[in-house]
């Protein structure tokens, strides 16, 4: 049995939605993020990293979001939620999602920390920290706004709906509270994250981790 340790609105969105899509069975584990039970030795013996989500499918515990992504994928090649293996779709696919998780993710994660980039007590510092990763941010949400726009396609490999679009959903919802231009503002991601909001899985996930408005 598949079991997903979760948060609500936390990295593990991407695959919760996933394995809904999959329709396989499998059971959530929350993780009490607020009394710090992703930091108990419990759950550091799963991932020493002390972050969510961890999967576990019999004595294979994995952590890392693109990781279990890709695990799930792999595992059920019918449902195609990834290109064909040695095809150059499949190149692209990896491109993106290496993108979301090591370039969107990783400065999105800034943005939520910033006072990790500073010394202990700087808040003028952490919050110079915090508007450049917003600004970093609004750019790559422009890229992916114009990848959207380039293909034509409703999904970001084009036609095909993949694992890619559940992450990027994700992403996207991260920035709801921004400042500045969120990912619903722009042209093509609002249509888009429209688009994945009316699919049955993720309105499972909304509803199962009882998130509220604004979704996204």
Same mark, same amino acid.
Request: hydrophobic residues 45%; contains cysteine.
């Given at each position: 049995?598949?079991?997903?340790?979760?948060?609500?609105?936390?990295?593990?969105?991407?695959?919760?939605?996933?394995?809904?899509?999959?329709?396989?069975?499998?059971?959530?584990?929350?993780?009490?993020?607020?009394?710090?039970?992703?930091?108990?030795p419990e759950y550091l013996k799963l991932n020493?990293?002390?972050?969510?989500?961890?999967?576990?499918?019999?004595?294979?515990?994995?952590?890392?979001?693109?990781?279990?992504?890709?695990?799930?994928?792999?595992?059920?090649?019918?449902?195609?939620?990834?290109?064909?293996?040695?095809?150059?779709e499949r190149a692209h696919f990896y491109k993106?999602?290496?993108?979301? @998780?090591?370039?969107?993710?990783?400065?999105?994660?800034?943005? %939520?920390?910033? *006072?990790?980039? #500073?010394? $202990?007590?700087?808040?003028?510092?952490?919050?110079?920290?915090?508007?450049?990763?917003e600004c970093k941010v609004g750019a790559m949400?422009?890229?992916?706004?114009?990848?959207?726009?380039?293909?034509?396609?409703?999904?970001?490999?084009?036609?095909?709906?993949?694992?890619?679009?559940?992450?990027?959903?994700?992403?996207?919802?991260?920035?709801?509270?921004?400042?500045?231009?969120?990912?619903?503002?722009?042209?093509?991601?609002?249509?888009?994250?429209? @688009?994945?909001?009316?699919?049955?899985?993720?309105?499972?996930? %909304?509803?199962? *981790?009882?998130? #509220?408005? $604004?979704?996204?």
């Amino acid at each position: 049995m598949l079991h997903l340790h979760y948060y609500p609105s936390t990295a593990a969105m991407a695959p919760h939605i996933i394995l809904q899509e999959l329709g396989v069975p499998f059971e959530l584990v929350l993780v009490d993020r607020p009394a710090d039970a992703h930091k108990s030795p419990e759950y550091l013996k799963l991932n020493p990293n002390g972050l969510i989500p961890v999967l576990t499918d019999g004595d294979l515990v994995l952590y890392e979001t693109a990781a279990i992504c890709l695990y799930l994928c792999d595992m059920h090649p019918q449902a195609k939620l990834a290109p064909a293996v040695g095809s150059v779709e499949r190149a692209h696919f990896y491109k993106w999602l290496i993108w979301l @998780t090591n370039t969107l993710q990783a400065t999105l994660i800034t943005y %939520f920390y910033p *006072e990790r980039s #500073v010394s $202990p007590g700087n808040a003028a510092g952490a919050a110079e920290v915090k508007a450049q990763a917003e600004c970093k941010v609004g750019a790559m949400l422009d890229r992916l706004d114009a990848e959207l726009a380039r293909h034509g396609g409703p999904w970001l490999l084009g036609q095909n709906y993949s694992a890619l679009d559940p992450y990027a959903m994700m992403l996207g919802r991260w920035t709801r509270g921004f400042a500045s231009a969120p990912a619903r503002t722009r042209p093509h991601l609002g249509p888009y994250l429209q @688009t994945m909001l009316a699919r049955p899985a993720v309105q499972r996930v %909304f509803a199962t *981790e009882k998130l #509220v408005q $604004p979704w996204v």
